[in-house]
């Protein structure tokens, strides 16, 4: 089955500084990459996704990067804000007919420092 | 202002009752996923319903038990957990292939 490694486990940044979080991946077969954002307490929430046909994906202050030879994908914030602050969730999906079976990271805490 | 409502918010159950979580969406996604996540650790998937049909259980224990009774549907039947069974309970929803999950907030299970 699919193996998802994200490094790393924690990261401290000063606001307006960028944060990179970086995941990697197993299964070739892999096509649709997410990254979820999860709030202390709350649900995670999908922020941005890339396909494997694509290597790059820009919105707003947030990218995300592919490369399919390596099997790596990263997470790219510009310009980091203290609302930033939250756990971040990469996640590599292969298909599967009608539905999904993703496997998640390990996740990043992610603090931004005021 | 969640699209996948569970039901309910928290839930603390002795060893020996049994209860259901349950969650709704009406969004027309036809794939809905039970997902188990411990403090600190990412979700981790229980079951997927694709067309009202079990297509992934993950070896999940038998105390853990899916229904979808329609598309819009679907439960966890709870009974006889573990203390080690206390966990959030994700519920999403996807449009199927090539869709992203959407997740409800969740169902935080104590067991004592």
């Known amino acids: 089955g699919e193996n998802v490694e994200q490094h790393p486990s924690t990261l401290s940044v000063q606001e307006g500084d960028s944060a990179v979080i970086k995941c990697t991946y197993s299964d070739s077969a892999s096509n649709y990459f997410p990254w979820y954002k999860q709030e202390l307490g709350k649900r995670p929430q999908l922020i941005i996704d890339i396909r494997s046909n694509v290597g790059e994906k820009k919105d707003q202050r947030i990218a995300v990067t592919l490369n399919k030879t390596a099997k790596h994908f990263s997470l790219h914030i510009t310009e980091t804000q203290p609302e930033d602050s939250a756990v971040y969730f990469c996640a590599a999906r292969a298909n599967s007919g009608g539905y999904q079976k993703v496997t998640f990271g390990t996740g990043t805490k992610l603090q931004v420092i005021p | 202002d969640t699209e996948v409502t569970q039901t309910p918010k928290h839930l603390v159950m002795g060893m020996t009752n049994k209860k259901s979580l349950k969650c709704e969406q009406h969004m027309g996604h036809r794939a809905m996923y039970w997902y188990k996540q411990k403090a600190k650790k990412p979700p981790e998937l229980m079951f997927v319903?694709?067309?009202?049909?079990?297509?992934i259980n993950e070896s999940v224990p038998s105390r853990f038990s899916p229904e979808c009774p329609n598309s819009s549907l679907l439960n966890l039947h709870l009974h006889a957990l573990q203390p080690e069974d206390s966990a959030l309970y994700l519920c999403?929803?996807?449009?199927?292939?090539?869709?992203?999950?959407?997740f409800g907030n969740g169902t935080r299970l104590t067991v004592t």
């Open positions: 999403a929803s996807s449009q199927g292939r090539g869709s992203p999950l959407h």
């Open positions: 319903y694709s067309y009202e049909k079990l297509s």
